[in-house]
């Protein structure tokens, strides 16, 4: 394998707000590192509120106060040059925006210009990296649209037109239709249809094929996980706690809070929903000490209410932020 | 027609001029459903993209007006609710949960005040500690508290939390219809068991009805009462939960049962695998 398309390194990221008079500091990501390697899709999943799109926030640098960066580096090796996200200005941000790397914001549906027909978007995001006269520029782009079973007029209509999963492929033809070396995607299948879902990942997933490029995939749909991705990460309060091949983390769990995960794992059929973890999501103003889990940790000990465990790697490719994961399960 | 809390008779909704310049979009062609007083039940709605389930929901909250047919809440014909106190009367008893938190909340707005209020107009409510309780109470039954919620800003949590924002929100007034569409698409796994858990208490306990609009197949199995599968504004098929989603009838239902993905990375039906990559 090559130089890894994407390097981050003990990245941290806290939102620093005050009201009334109080400070209160949200510890959203703490000391995340990981790699993404070219042609792959690295998904994402966690606990809501675990800091999933603080951390691709800061990973595309769309930071914004009250967000504040305070360790760590995000390097991207695209195709054609090597950027540094935190140290770059925002021209050169600009640049690679859309054409080197997209990102598709959770809940993007909303971020479409209400007062503006669609066709502006495209015009205004795509237009100059797709380098086509007009006329094909709008082929290429009814094109893109068929692929995810739009019918060309939506870019004639204004975004209140169209329905919640319409307006949600809108967002991921914007993204793709320059074809990016990274495409960064929160929740983007949220309110789509089965039907629809699956050939929308389908289309992401030749796309990303036919050009090498690689995505980070967050969602919280696991079975999405399970069909799209290579690789998965899962996020507990603020901190990566396990990573590997989707296979083995789906197989062979082994941080206490992802055999949870995927043991609560709905599926078509159930006469009763799985039970739900106990206790309350961490506050992240005041996060549990030690490890984040231990308070709803079956496992734990005194030992994780001092001290939070490393990233360690148990196997090749496998890595697990607990002192005492779960016994590994074979096939 | 007594005995029905929700009477919907064949009601249709075009739209003209928008999408497709001259042709009108017709996004709910006929449809009809009936919840019984008597009986709360959860009523699930799941079908295509665009078939129509949210401007049917929007009917149904008298947001906008059917173009034919017509809808009767507890015996009243919504299109004659008229003036600010009958709409308030009717607020109260039937309350949305929107489809998209991020699009559902003024973003210069802070929630707790957006909570007040709610409390001030929907649920009659006049001191300051009986509204910050009535907040606190329906926040917790969610998974957060007012402390947590207290001055910050929609674009200050995280989606899943501002989901649970709204659904708290909709829980103040005590409604006897809850208009759910999508609830819990942007919530995890467990989570998304204690909210739909939430959904089948309420029914149990407090008696409201439920229209509970939704993708996920697997959840809608084991709370629904009855189910309904839309395509292009009408409803294919209609029936028991169990009954339908067991052995769906019309072809469209097949396919959206069969279309289900797997969470199971040795069944791709996406992707590396070769596998069918059509829809
Ligand atoms: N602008 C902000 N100011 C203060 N706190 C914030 C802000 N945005 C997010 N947070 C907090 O940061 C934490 C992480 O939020 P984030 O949106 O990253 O979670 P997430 O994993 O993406 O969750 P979900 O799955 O629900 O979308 C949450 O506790 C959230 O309330
Ligand atoms: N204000 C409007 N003007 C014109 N057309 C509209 C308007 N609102 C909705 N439509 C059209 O009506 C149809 C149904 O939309 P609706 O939002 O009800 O679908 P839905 O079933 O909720 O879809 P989804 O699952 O994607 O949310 C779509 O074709 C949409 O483009
Ligand atoms: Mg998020
Ligand atoms: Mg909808």
Known sequence: MGEPVLVVSDLRAYYRTSAFGIEREVRAVDDVSLTIEANEIYGLAGESSSGKTTLIKTIAAAIQPPLEVLGGSVVFNFRDRRVDMHGVDRQHLDAIRWKNLSYIMQGSMNVLNPVRRIRHAFVDFAFRHIGKPMPLFLAVVREHLERLHLAPEVLDAFPHQLSGGMRQRVTIALATVCRPDFIIADEPTTALDVVVQKSVLAMIHEIQRELGSSIIFVTHDMAVHANLTDRLGIMY??????????????????????????????RLGDSAPKKGLDGAPPNLAEPPSGCRFHPRCPRATERCAREAAPMASLAPGHRVACFYPEPERSA | MSGALLDVDNVVRTYSGGLLTRRRVTAVDGVSLRLDAARPEIFTIVGESGSGKTTLARMILNMIAPSAGTIRFDGTDL????SSRARLAFMKRVQPIFQNPFESFNPMKRLDRYLFATGRRMAGLSDTTAIADAADTALRSVGLSLAEIRGRYPHELSGGQLQRVAIARALISKPALLIADEPVSMIDASLRASIVNLLRDLRDRLSVSIIYITHDLATAYYISDRIMIMRHGKAVEAGDARTVLDDPQHPYSQLLKQSVLSPDPQHRTVGRQGGSSHA
């Open chain 1, 237 to 266: 309060a603020g901190r990566l706690v396990e990573e590997g091949r989707t296979a083995d983390i789906f197989r062979a769990p082994r941080h206490p809070y992802t055999a949870h995960l995927i043991a609560s794992l709905p």
């Open chain 2, 79 to 82: 299109a004659t609710i008229r």
